[in-house]
C-alpha cells in the first residue's frame, strides 16, 4: 500500500475517478499544466488531456456556474476553488443555482458536482488563504459539506463526493496536504458522507472537531490521557449532514463535549453541534458543551498560530468541563 | 434551403431587419419558407399574447400571485422557438419567456400548474410563477436570480461539446442581466472554450424602472460581444422572421464548432415589468403609446397579407381555437389542487438526511393534530 | 407625532439623514424615479436629485463595491439590494471589501456604508423573495447586522446604521413593511446598535426573536398568557453583536429559553444564542434550550406559511419547556 | 506642455509605442521632457528592479514568507506613477504593484515592514507580503481577493465626481482579473457614470499558469473597453514613456469630465508567479529567455543613451545610492519587532464589542500565563 500525504490522496482519488468514469472531469484555475497551486491535480491533465482537466479564466462565478451546466447535462464535474476564501466571488452560482436546482425543479434537473477547496488557516496565508467558510455551506440548504483531515478519508470521500448525486462541498485543510503520511490502498473504496469517525474511545469526555484543528485536539487528547483523563475523540468529517448519532452516543456517555474549530465562533457548525447536543442530551450532561473555535476577526497574518485553537486551549476549556 | 446559406453582417449599425414595419420583406434574399411554416409563427405569437392577456388575469382575479408579462416579445421569442431542435437544444430561458417557452412546446397545462403554484406544476409548487422548466424539453428551470444561468448555459453546452452531441445551448437574458458579473463570466468561459452556446438578449430596453441608459455607456448590446471575441448581431426583434433566421443562423454555426455567439433582439416590454409593477411611475404615456403602435404581431400580420397568406376568418378561427385550448388546460391545471404540504422537505437532496427527517416528522405531526 | 408603517419609517429616517448630512447618498437598483420596489425611496431622488439617489446597474457587486469605495472616500452610502436573496452576487465586496477594509489597512480606510435589504417569507416569494441570510452576515467579522421589527425601531436603527462608522447590514423583513402602524417621532432619535428591546415582561418563559417572526412570537405570548404562563419576549434588533446581556439576564430569572427565527436551523443565529445560553447559564437552566426556526430546506412558495414558525410551532416547543 | 495635446488612438492594431525597442524615440511629436524628468524615469525603474531583487533574497534567506515579483513591470508601474498627481488622486493597486507604490512615494520601510508583517508595517501585520496601502498617499491598501477592488475604484471616483474633488482614481490589475464578474460590475458602472477612473490592466499574458488564450478569445484587453462604452488603449507596457503618456491622457481626460477609459500595458513577467510559484512547469526556457531580451530598463538605458542622458558611472552611483536607501530602510524595519499580538483584536470595528472583548481577555489571559 502506498504511503502518501493528503493531498496526494486526493490525486489517487482524482486520478481513479477520471479513470473509472468518462462523465469526471476537472476544471479550475491552474488545475491543468502546473497541476493546481497545491499540485492536487498534478499530471493529471498530461494523462487524461485539457478537455477532462480544464484550465478556465480567473472566475470562481465561471467555475461553479460551468459546473452546475456540466453537471445537469450529465457531467460529473469536479471544481477546484484555489483557496477557499475566494468562493464568494461565485458563491451565488452555488447558492442560487447548484443548491437549489433539484428543489426548484422539483426533482427534474440535478447538479451533481463537487467543489474541492483548500480551506484552513496556519500557512501563513493572511485573511485571504485563512479562512474556514463551511458554516455558510452548511446553513445553505441543499449543499452536502465535507472536511477532510487524513489521508485515507480523503481518498475515499472525495470519490464518495464524485459519485453523489448532490453537490457536495469538499473542504481540505491545506496546512494538512503535506503534514502526515499515511497507507492508503490503491484500490477502489469509500467512505460514506455523513459518518464521523471515532479516533479515540474515552468516557470523561467527548471531543468534537474537523479538518485542520483534529490535530491540536488529538494531541490535547494525548495530553490529557497522560494526566489520566480519557477523552473520545470524534472527527465529523462531514459537517452537512454532520453525524448526530455518533456525537450523542457519545456524550451520552461522558456526559461532557468539547467541539472544536478553526472557523469564526458566532453561527457556526460548532454553535450548531454544541445547541444540538444541549437540546437533545440536557439530562445527561455533566457540564455545559463548551466550543473552541477561531475569533470572530479577519484572519490576522502575525498572529497565524494564536488565531487558531492551540492545545493549551483546548486543554483549558476541558479543564473547565472537567472540574465543573 | 436558402436559409441556411445566408450569412448575417455581426457589429452592424442599424438591427437587422427582414420585415419592415409596413411588412414588406426588405432582405436580399427570399425567406424560402412554406406557408404552413409562415403561419405557424403567427399562430406561435398569437398564442403567446393570448396566454399573456389570460395570464393577467389571472392576477387581476386573484388566482395567482405574479406574473411577467411578456407582450412586445413575441416575435423574439417565437423566432428564437422556431430556431431550436426542439427536445435536442437545450434552452436556458428567463422568467419572461413563457412565451418562448410555449412556442417550444411546454403543455399550457403546466404552464398554468406553475402560474397557479399547484399539484399540476410538474417542479412541485416550488417558485414563483414565471420560471417554467421542462426536462423531457430540456428547458432549464428557471431561476429568478439575473444573469445566474448564463455560466451553467457555458457549461452544459462545454459538455456538448466535450461529448459530440450536437446539441446546442441558448440562453436568454434581459437587457438588465448583460450588467451583472455573472453574464460577463459565463460568456467569457463560452468564448476560450469555443462553446456551442448562443446568448440571446431581449432589449427591452428597461430593467424594471431603469432605463438602458443608466445600464450601460455601450452604443447597443450586440457590440459587448467584441469583449469576448465572438460575433454581436443587433436584430430588429419586433420581426419574428429576423429573429429566426439570425438566431437560426447562429445555433448552426455554434452545432458546427464555430463557438458562441450574442444576439440582441430590440424589443419593447408593452406591459409592466410585472403584475407587482407600477410603470406609469417611470414610462411616459407617449412612450408606451409609441411602442405599442409597433406591435409585433401586427408587423407580421401585414406581411402575412402581402404574402397573400393573411385571411380575418382564419385568423378568428385561430384565436377561437387558440382561446379554448388555453381555457381547457387552465381548467385542467385547477383541478390539481394543492401539492402535498410534506412536498417541502423532499428534492432538496436526493435522499432525506436525518435532520430533514426530522424536520419532516414535526410537521407531519403538526398537519395530524 | 405621525402614524406610519415600517416602509414609510425606512422612508422617514432616509429623508431626514439625506438632508442632516450631505454626504449621505443612496444607490440600488429602481431606487430612483421607481422609488424602489416597496417603495422605501419614494420621493426621494425628486427632493435630492440622481445624484444623491442614484439608480445603479442591475449588479450587487457594482452597489456594495461602489457603495465601498464611495465610504472609503468620504460619502456615507446606504446601498439597497432590492432583495436580501440577490446579496450573493455580490457578497464577496461585503465579505473581502466592506467588512475586512478596516483591518488589513490597519485602520487606515474604512468602510462606514449601510445595506438596505428586504428579508424573510410570508408573501409568496418563492426562495428567491424570501430568504433570510442574517446567519452569513453574523458568522462575517467586520459586519454589524440589524434587523428590525417595528417602525420606530426601523427610523432610530437606520439612523444609527447610517451614522455609524463600521459597514451594517440592515435587513428589513418584508411582510412587516405595511403590516402595521405605529406613532413614529418626526424628529431626530437614534436606536443604539447592539442593544436589544424588551418587549414584554415575564417569569416563567423566556422568548428570543427578532424580524419577521416577532409577530408570531408575540402572539403566541399572549395566548400562553391566557393560560397563565408568562413569557418574557426579547425582540433583539442587532444580531452582530447580539444583546448577550439582556438575554441572559431574563434566561438567569426564567431558566428557560426559546429562540425563534425564520432563518434554515443548521449553524443560525439561533443556535448562536442557544449555544452561549446554555454555556453560560447552564445551572440556571431548567430545562434545554430549544429552537423554533425555518426548515433546512430552499424557501418552498407552495408552504410559503408552513415554512415560518408558526404560533402553533412556537407554542408547542414553549409547552415543551414548561413541561420539562 | 507638449505632453497635454497629444492624443492617443484608442483601438489600435498595433501598441501604442514611444519608444522603439533599439531606444530610438519614434512618436510623431517631442516628447519635452527635462533632463531631469527623463532621468527621473529612469531611476524610478531601476529602484523598482532593486526592491524586487532584494524582496527576492528576503524570500530565498526564509525572512519572509511570499512575494510577487514585478520584474518586468517596471515601465508600466513607474508610467503610472509619473501620470499621477500623488497623494492628492487615488490609486488602487493590487499585488504585484510593489514598483509602483514605491514610485509613489510609500516608504521603503513600510514596504518592508509590511513584507515582514511587524510592527513596521503601517496597517499591523494583518495581511501577506505584497498587500501595501497608505492613506496619506490615498494607496487603497490591496486586497488578495482578484478584482474586487474595481467596483470600489468606481465608487470612490463616482464621489469624486460628486464632490467635485478634482481627483482621479487610478486602478491597476492584471489580465486575469478581467475575467472576473466584479471587474465587469465595476467597469461598467463607472462608464454610466462618467466617473473619473482610469482602468489600467498589466497584460503579462499569464495569469499564474493561464495563458491569455485561455483567459479570453478577444483580440486583446483593451477592445473590451467597447462593451462599456469607453475608450480602449493599447500600450507597450515595455516602454516607460508610451505608458507615462498614455496613462496621463486618460487621466487628464478622466479629470476633466470626460469619464473612465480603459489602458493595457503588455508587459513581461519575468519571474514566477509568486516566491511559491515554479514557471517552469508552464512555460518554456526559450520564452522566458525571449522576454527577457525585452528588458524595459535597458530599452530606456538605450533612449537615455540616444538623448545623450546616459552616464555609466551616474548610473553606478545611483545603483549604490539606491541600494543603500533600501538596506537602511529594511535595517530600520527589521529592527520594529513583532506586533502586539492582542492587535488581532482591534480594527475588526471602530470599538471592539462585547464578544471581541472576551476573545481578547481570553488571549490575554494565556499571554500571561
Ligand atoms: C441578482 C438579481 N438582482 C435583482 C433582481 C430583481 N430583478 C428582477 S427582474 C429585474 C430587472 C431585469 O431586467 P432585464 O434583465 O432587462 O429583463 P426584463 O425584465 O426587462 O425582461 C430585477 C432588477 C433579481 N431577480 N436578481
Ligand atoms: C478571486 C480570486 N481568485 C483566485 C485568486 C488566486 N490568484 C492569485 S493571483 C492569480 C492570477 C492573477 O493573474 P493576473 O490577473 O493576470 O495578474 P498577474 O499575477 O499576472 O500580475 C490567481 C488566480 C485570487 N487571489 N483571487
Ligand atoms: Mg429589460
Ligand atoms: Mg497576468
Known amino acids: 500500500m502506498p504511503i502518501v500525504t493528503l493531498v496526494q490522496a486526493i490525486n489517487m482519488a482524482l486520478d481513479e475517478e477520471l479513470r473509472r468514469d468518462e462523465r469526471v472531469m476537472i476544471l479550475g484555475e491552474d488545475v491543468g499544466q502546473r497541476g493546481g497551486v497545491f499540485l492536487a491535480t498534478e499530471g493529471l491533465q498530461q494523462k487524461y488531456g485539457p478537455d477532462r482537466v480544464m484550465d478556465t479564466p480567473l472566475s470562481e462565478a465561471a467555475i461553479l456556474g460551468a459546473a452546475v451546466g456540466l453537471a445537469a447535462h450529465g457531467m460529473r464535474p469536479v471544481a477546484e476553488i484555489q483557496f477557499a476564501d475566494y468562493v464568494f466571488p461565485g458563491i451565488d452560482q452555488l447558492f442560487s443555482q447548484a443548491a437549489k436546482l433539484r428543489y426548484r425543479s422539483g426533482g427534474q434537473f440535478t447538479a451533481p458536482m463537487v467543489v474541492r477547496m483548500p480551506s484552513g488557516g496556519g500557512v501563513k496565508g493572511g485573511h485571504h488563504h485563512s479562512q474556514s467558510p463551511e458554516a455558510h455551506f452548511a446553513h445553505t440548504p441543499g449543499l452536502k459539506v465535507v472536511v477532510v483531515s487524513t489521508p485515507y478519508d480523503a481518498k475515499g470521500l472525495l470519490k464518495s463526493a464524485i459519485r453523489d448525486d448532490d453537490p457536495v462541498v469538499f473542504m481540505e485543510p491545506k496546512r494538512l496536504y503535506r503534514a502526515v503520511k499515511e497507507e492508503v490502498p490503491s484500490d477502489d473504496y469509500l467512505i460514506p458522507i455523513g459518518k464521523a469517525a471515532l479516533r479515540r474511545e474515552g468516557r470523561d469526555i467527548t471531543l468534537v472537531s474537523y479538518g485542520g484543528p483534529m490535530v491540536e485536539t488529538l494531541k490535547a487528547a494525548e495530553e490529557m490521557a497522560v494526566a489520566g483523563v480519557e477523552a473520545e475523540v470524534i472527527d465529523l468529517r462531514t459537517v452537512m449532514p454532520w453525524d448526530k448519532e455518533t456525537v450523542l452516543n457519545s456524550v451520552a456517555k461522558t456526559g461532557r463535549l468539547l467541539v472544536v474549530s478553526e472557523a469564526p465562533r458566532t453561527a457556526s457548525v460548532a454553535s450548531e453541534v454544541a445547541a444540538t447536543v444541549s437540546e437533545e442530551l440536557f439530562d445527561q450532561l455533566l457540564a455545559p458543551p463548551l466550543r473552541v473555535t477561531g475569533f470572530d476577526t479577519p484572519y490576522p497574518l502575525a498572529q497565524d498560530k494564536l488565531y487558531m485553537p492551540t492545545v493549551t486551549r483546548i486543554l483549558n476549556a476541558a479543564k473547565r468541563l472537567l472540574d465543573y | ?369
Open chain 2, 1 to 369: 434551403m436558402v436559409k441556411e446559406r445566408i450569412a448575417f453582417p455581426s457589429f452592424s449599425q442599424e438591427p437587422i431587419r427582414l420585415i419592415d414595419p409596413e411588412g414588406c420583406w426588405v432582405a436580399p434574399f427570399s425567406h424560402g419558407l412554406s406557408a404552413q411554416e409562415l403561419r405557424h409563427f403567427y399562430r406561435d405569437m398569437l398564442a403567446a399574447r393570448l396566454l399573456d392577456e389570460k395570464l393577467v388575469v389571472l392576477v387581476r382575479t386573484g388566482r395567482t400571485s405574479f406574473i411577467a408579462p411578456h407582450a412586445g416579445h413575441e416575435a423574439a421569442q417565437v423566432g428564437i422557438a422556431h430556431a431550436l431542435r426542439k427536445g435536442h437544444d437545450w434552452l436556458f430561458p428567463y422568467y419572461r419567456d413563457l412565451g418562448l417557452v410555449l412556442a417550444m412546446g411546454v403543455p399550457p397545462v403546466e404552464i398554468f400548474g406553475q402560474t397557479l403554484g399547484n399539484a399540476a406544476d410538474p417542479a412541485k409548487g416550488r417558485q414563483m410563477p414565471s420560471h417554467p422548466g421542462s426536462r423531457p424539453l430540456n428547458i432549464f428551470t428557471v431561476c429568478s436570480a439575473i444573469a445566474s444561468h448564463i455560466p451553467p448555459a457555458t457549461g452544459a453546452a462545454i459538455s456538448m461539446k466535450l461529448r459530440r452531441t450536437h446539441q446546442v445551448a441558448v440562453c436568454t437574458f434581459g437587457d438588465g442581466a448583460t450588467s451583472e458579473g455573472d453574464w460577463h463570466a459565463g460568456v467569457n468561459f463560452a468564448a476560450v472554450q469555443r462553446a456551442p452556446v448562443v446568448f440571446v438578449c431581449e432589449n427591452n430596453r428597461y430593467a424594471i424602472s431603469v432605463n438602458i441608459s443608466k445600464q450601460t455607456a455601450s452604443e447597443n448590446i450586440a457590440v459587448k460581444a467584441k469583449a469576448y471575441g465572438i460575433p454581436g448581431y443587433y436584430v430588429d426583434g419586433l420581426d419574428v422572421l429576423a429573429s429566426y433566421f439570425v438566431v437560426q443562423y447562429v445555433v448552426e454555426r455554434a452545432r458546427a464548432g464555430e463557438g458562441p455567439s450574442l444576439v440582441e433582439l430590440a424589443v419593447h416590454r408593452f406591459g409592466p415589468h410585472s403584475s407587482a409593477d407600477d410603470d406609469t411611475r417611470y414610462k411616459s404615456r407617449e412612450e408606451l403609446s409609441a411602442e405599442r403602435q409597433q406591435d409585433p404581431i401586427l408587423r407580421y400580420q401585414r406581411f402575412l397579407e402581402r404574402e397573400g397568406l393573411w385571411d380575418a376568418q382564419w385568423a378568428n378561427e385561430l384565436r377561437l381555437e387558440i382561446a379554448k385550448e388555453l381555457e381547457t388546460a387552465l381548467q385542467e391545471a385547477q383541478k390539481a389542487g394543492e401539492p402535498d404540504p410534506l412536498q417541502m422537505f423532499d428534492d432538496v437532496y436526493a435522499a432525506r438526511p436525518w435532520h430533514l427527517e426530522e424536520q419532516r416528522r414535526q410537521v407531519a405531526e403538526e398537519l395530524e393534530a
